[in-house]
């Protein structure tokens, strides 16, 4: 399935289950004020997440002159997109990894560690900067964004649900049309659980598109094959310490990869399975 159609799919899927879960559990004025909570939340994180991402890894914003090598290569790699230039930044870390963020275009930051630059030729940092590229050119922060939104709706419906059943802050009525108590226990484990599993695969999505995109940009899909082969490798070295639950779909690599316990909640792909679909892609682009 094509990785934007496989988005989209699961998008309409995530919206299914807030409207389904909001029905069971507040009905149709439950699920309006969860939708507006969690929309509130979300237009800080859309305009401001740039900033705190930065701020939190410590970024620090150089010029053409303090990194020449990735300036040359981003512009070139722009120009290719059709994007306007990004602020360039660099993470004082030996981790190997890289990032991009801003909502749109035009207010984009990519980001890359200082390790990154000591272990990728040019040509392989031509294929990460291509797939950060690539997110910016998706948006890919307005679609996660927006299924973060709609994830944090089901969330707090399922937490009205958790705590209606303990304390009776249901109706009989409303209790009957959910399935009683335990119908809204259920549904208070199930849907976060489903709504996580969701958005985590629209993030696993978003990756691939971005690895193919990424490859188109620089070239050869062999430049971002053999850069995440190296990545990989420097991730099981030295990780980003300070990396948290709410920054790691950014990198190109996950730097939680060693807490996490099954693939099927990670927010990236298998590098394995990324540098698979990266070498198919040799001689169709």
Do not use: C
Not at 33 to 62: C, G, Q, R, T
Not at 134 to 163: C, E, Q
Request: glycine share 8%; no cysteine; hydrophobic share 50%.
């Amino acid at each position: 399935m094509n990785n934007t159609v496989k988005t989209t799919f699961l998008m309409v899927l995530l919206f299914v289950l807030f409207w389904l879960v909001g029905n069971a559990i507040g009905g149709r004025s439950g699920g309006q004020i969860a939708l507006v909570l969690a929309f509130a939340m979300n237009v800080f994180a859309y305009f401001y997440s740039d900033k705190v991402a930065l701020a939190a890894y410590k970024a620090k914003p150089v010029s053409s002159a303090d990194a020449p090598v990735v300036y040359r290569i981003v512009k070139k790699l722009t120009l290719k997109a059709g994007l306007p230039m990004p602020k360039i930044y660099i993470i004082p870390t030996d981790a190997a990894n890289a990032f991009a963020t801003g909502r749109n275009p035009s207010h984009a930051a990519v980001a890359v560690t200082a390790g990154i630059l000591k272990i990728l030729s040019e040509e392989e940092l031509s294929g990460v900067l291509g797939h950060e590229l690539a997110h910016v050119k998706h948006r890919d922060i307005l679609t996660g964004t927006i299924v973060a939104t709609f994830a944090g709706a089901i969330m707090f419906l399922a937490s009205m649900a958790r705590w209606g059943a303990l304390f009776g802050g249901f109706s009989s009525d409303e209790r009957d049309s959910s399935g009683g108590i335990i119908g809204l226990i259920v549904i208070s484990i199930v849907a976060p659980l489903a709504a996580t599993l969701i958005q985590l695969a629209i993030s696993r999505s978003r990756e691939y598109a971005a690895d193919a995109d990424g490859a188109r940009f620089s070239g050869n899909p062999l430049y971002l094959a053999g850069a995440l082969s190296k990545l990989e490798q420097a991730s099981k070295v030295a990780s980003i310490r300070n990396a948290g639950e709410a920054t790691a779909h950014l990198f190109i690599i996950n730097p939680l990869r060693s807490r996490s316990f099954a693939a099927l909640f990670s927010t990236h792909p298998s590098t394995e399975e990324r540098i698979t679909r990266l070498r198919k892609m040799m001689g169709k682009i």
